[in-house]
């Protein structure tokens, strides 16, 4: 886990920042700065939107007497996607954006559904199971 983190954290800011240098010789700098703040903009905006929507269909589905799981899990999404839209950088951007549309989402919320499902796997009882206790 460690070692993840630690690549998470040093590899990526290390491939953005080429990114970011290579994507400046190209458009120039100015461009870039404008590029980076445009999206942490728009980042923002769609953010507040998304995160909006998702409020209103979680308080929906609590007046309806659900439990709105995939919806919070939805919130928590947004809510990265929001974090890693401020951050300077391309890859996060694409991240950040991916997070924020709903078919983004709702891969994601798969991926981690079948992680929790594979971790948290009650073991069925099998057939030897029940002959053990039906002799008891």
């Known amino acids: 886990m460690f070692v993840r983190l ?5 590899l990526v800011p290390l491939l953005e920042l080429l990114l970011l240098v290579k994507l400046g010789e190209v458009i120039g700098f100015w461009a870039t700065v404008a590029l980076v703040v445009a999206t942490g903009a728009l980042g923002a905006l769609l953010t507040r939107i998304q995160g909006l929507r998702v409020l209103r269909q979680v308080q929906a589905e609590l007046r309806e007497g659900r439990v709105p ?3 919070l899990l939805d919130g928590l999404l947004i809510l990265i996607a929001g974090a890693v839209l401020l951050t ?6 694409a991240l950040g954006f991916f997070l924020l549309v709903p078919p983004g989402r709702r891969a994601v919320r798969k991926v981690i559904s079948a992680a ?3 971790r948290f796997r009650i ?3 099998s057939v030897r199971d029940a002959e053990w206790t039906k002799n008891e």
Not at 6 to 10: A, H, N, R, S, W
Not at 88 to 93: R, V, Y
Request: no cysteine; charged share 25%.
């Open 69 to 71: 799981a995939e919806r």
């Open 6 to 10: 630690l690549i998470l954290f040093t």
């Open 123 to 125: 073991p069925r009882p």
């Open 116 to 118: 929790a499902a594979r």
């Open 88 to 93: 300077p950088g391309l890859i996060t951007d």
